[in-house]
């Protein structure tokens, strides 16, 4: 079976085509992220904006050109935090499916908890000690989702408002971000997030798994800086574990760089610039307020979630 998952984010829109016989794995052929940056001038007015929409369609045309290229059996598109908040959301996901012919399903924020789990589910077959308790995290444009569980089953999980393109429109950027700045953004996360401190307190995970996104950026960075031989053997699965004062070491030198030193900062693409400083603040307060003391990266998230469903013959969350 071949198959292709779009997923329709704030900030990029991502396509992975993969194809596979028997589960529990699938054998990935394609992956590609394409900017769109819906929520530039209308975030906080729930409105995605015409030069915004124009993004988008040249972007789900240019997935759609590999996509028909590798003939999947099966293909469907997933739109997040942009789109169900929009007061035009569903207006353009029409549009998209009307022109295209794929079906585009607007989730809401359990529903994609749901499938960035599975996904991260997917990843771990090459870490068979991650047996216990753990948090999952996706950094998003819209959204940030938080799960807990372990590999059976979910104890909680909650979609966050709280997505860097949220706080880039809130807080607009200063390079190096200042103490004063640092000070606002965390202020405002102690206000909107007190569930996951409450969680945190029930259930108490000492390991958090960054799903895909933010993370695979800092990956990338962590890479460009590390012996070739090493990067070769980090690179041979979908998750790793990374020393969390390793992760942390990357997240204070983005923060504490000016944009030209951003701009040149190796395995940096510039696409990601405007929003990395966001999710390193973001990523260091985490481990501030709540103590995890290991890390594992996984590149998966909610697209290998889809396709490790429809391998399964789940049905949507």
């Given at each position: 079976m071949r198959a292709a998952v779009l997923d329709l984010g704030t900030n990029t829109f991502n396509l992975l085509i993969a194809e596979w016989e028997t589960p529990p794995s699938f054998h990935l052929l394609?992956?590609?992220v394409l900017p769109v940056k819906l929520g530039r001038g209308g975030i906080h007015q729930n409105i995605i904006l015409p030069e915004a929409e124009e993004r988008a369609f040249?972007?789900?045309?240019r997935h759609m050109e590999m996509v028909r290229s590798y003939a999947p059996g099966r293909v469907a598109a997933f739109a997040t935090s942009a789109f169900r908040s929009a007061i035009n959301g569903s207006s353009l996901a029409r549009q998209l499916e009307t022109k295209y012919g794929v079906p585009v399903f607007i989730i809401d924020g359990d529903a994609e908890a749901q499938l960035i789990y599975d996904g991260?589910?997917?990843s771990l077959t090459s870490l068979p000690e991650v047996d216990d308790l753990f948090a999952v995290l996706d950094i998003g444009g819209g959204s940030n989702e938080f799960i807990i569980g372990n590999r059976k089953e979910i104890f909680w999980k909650k979609s966050f408002p709280t997505g860097m393109a949220r706080l880039l429109a809130l807080f607009p950027p200063v390079y190096p971000f200042s103490s004063f700045q640092k000070k606002q953004i965390e202020d405002y996360l102690d206000s909107t997030m007190k569930e996951l401190f409450e969680a945190f307190d029930t259930y108490r995970p000492s390991l958090l798994i960054g799903a895909s996104g933010a993370f695979d950026t800092l990956y990338?960075?962590?890479q460009a800086r590390t012996s070739p031989e090493d990067v070769e053997n980090r690179a041979s699965s979908y998750a790793r574990p990374i020393e969390k004062d390793i992760l942390l070491s990357v997240t204070h030198q983005v923060v504490s760089s000016t944009k030209e030193e951003l701009e040149r900062m190796p395995g940096l693409e510039s696409s990601r610039i405007e929003m990395i400083g966001y999710a390193s603040?973001?990523?260091?307060?985490i481990f501030r307020k709540l103590a995890f003391s290991r890390f594992v990266h996984s590149e998966?998230?909610?697209k290998e979630g889809v396709l490790w469903r429809w391998m399964h013959g789940l049905s949507f969350p």
């Open positions: 394609y992956r590609s040249m972007a789900f045309g991260v589910i997917a990338e960075i962590l603040l973001f990523i260091a307060y998966f998230s909610l």
